[in-house]
């Protein structure tokens, strides 16, 4: 797998996301009544500050953002939302959220009536040009007019790392993360994670080492070059079926080593 690095562009880009006069602003709404079928109204927002935060390299941010998941008639947000990228490490710079990356409802299956509202922030940019990035996943338990977070994993972004909520296929409605292994030879550990029950929560069903290397010339994402040896370990696929291919097509799929490769 090409190494994967933010670049100059991409953080100027971003930084002029904050309010030039200073003032927060509203930059999502999610209404969840009608998606959850909730008892009473429910909704996301996101609110971000108009008071610009600063990179590890001195380089303007947007401000931080401020997600809150509320009920009507409530004053303050509900704590199953947590605005902390990694609230088991010391509080840093890099802990509050400066980037929405995603909200919104997903369905775990065709017709769900019991859908994830995912969550993603990612904090300002150290000086490699890394963030955190937290994911956060809630389904809705009608018995208490509650969310409940049933998935949370914060990561980095400089090694190809990634947390994907697969919306297809075989494994649709599960989390799949990779993460780079920290001695040789250098590969990622790959984790996939599913519920068992529409508010049950998300437990690990399979983690190992990938056949996938760092820096190994492969251009898929490594998710995607892993998916026949995920679904392989799972028994959803063997060799001599069709390949699982990414969503974006691969005009000569090959499989190296147990990874694939669209040559």
């Known amino acids: 797998m090409i190494k994967t690095c933010v670049t100059a562009a991409f953080l100027f880009g971003l930084a002029t996301a904050s309010g030039a006069d200073g003032a927060d602003r509203s930059i999502a709404t999610v209404a969840l009544s009608g998606p959850f079928a909730t008892q009473t109204p429910w909704r996301l927002t996101v609110t971000q500050s108009g008071h610009p935060g600063v990179s590890g390299t001195g380089d303007p941010e947007p401000g931080v953002v401020m997600p809150c998941l509320r009920h009507a008639g409530s004053l303050t947000c509900d704590p199953a939302l947590d605005v902390r990228l990694d609230p088991n490490r010391q509080m840093s710079d890099f802990d509050q959220p400066h980037y929405l990356r995603m909200a919104r409802v997903a369905y775990r299956q065709a017709g769900d009536r019991e859908p994830l509202l995912i969550v993603v922030l990612a904090s300002i940019h150290a000086g490699n040009g890394g963030q955190l990035v937290g994911t956060q996943a809630f389904a809705y338990h009608r018995d208490t007019d509650r969310f409940v977070s049933l998935f949370t994993h914060t990561t980095g972004t400089n090694n190809n790392q990634e947390v994907r909520f697969v919306q297809a296929g ?5 989390f799949v993360t990779v993460e780079p292994t920290t001695d040789a030879p250098f590969g990622y550990w790959v984790t996939v994670a599913r519920s068992s029950d529409p508010t049950a929560p998300y437990r690990t069903v399979l983690r190992y080492r990938s056949a996938t290397g760092y820096n190994d010339g492969n251009a898929l994402p ?13 028994s959803l696929w063997r060799p001599g079926q069709r390949l699982p291919l990414p969503a974006s097509g691969c005009s000569k799929p090959t499989l190296k080593n147990g990874a694939l490769w669209c040559m």
């Open 170 to 174: 075989l494994l649709r409605g599960a």
């Open 222 to 234: 490594v998710i995607d070059s892993e998916m026949p040896e995920i679904l392989q370990r799972l």
